[in-house]
């Protein structure tokens, strides 16, 4: 009979909300986002990190969480695409994706999302090619990419704008 594995407490913020779990160490990120925080919009996709379907921002970062530990976001945060909304209003990179029509079964959504969110906090005016390195890890098998990337850039122009009326 196999010993059984003793398990590990963890405290993560998911979307600003925080959650408790006792949890197995070997338990990945992607399943208690999934199970523990009961948010199943990051997507199981490949199990390799390959598709990037289960990316999220850790602590503002754009990780895979099929290749991390939940003990490893421990005391840490964690946003996912369900943390993009605010007040029932979508996200520019939301709405971008709805009017470019980037997405077709919507699978890898998220994980683009989450990607560009990273991307555009740290370039709010990112050309085509910083668009193509930053989601060069997430893949979608129903689009072309032109679509994806435009509604990076019509968000990316959004957001600028938005800013630009804040500061005055």
Known sequence: MAAEIPLVEVDIRVNDRPVRARTEPRQLLVEF????AGLTGTHVGCDTSYCGACTVLLDGRS????TLLTVQADGRSVRTVEGLARDEVLHPLQQAFAEHHALQCGYCTPGFL????????QNP?????AIRKALAGNVCRCTGYINI???VRAAAERMRRERGSDEH
Not at 125 to 129: F, K
């Open 33 to 36: 986002v999934r199970v523990e």
């Open 63 to 66: 990780v895979k969480s099929c």
């Open 114 to 121: 989450m990607s560009a969110v990273q991307l555009l906090d």
């Open 125 to 129: 005016d990112p050309d085509e090619a």
């Open 149 to 151: 990337i435009a509604a």
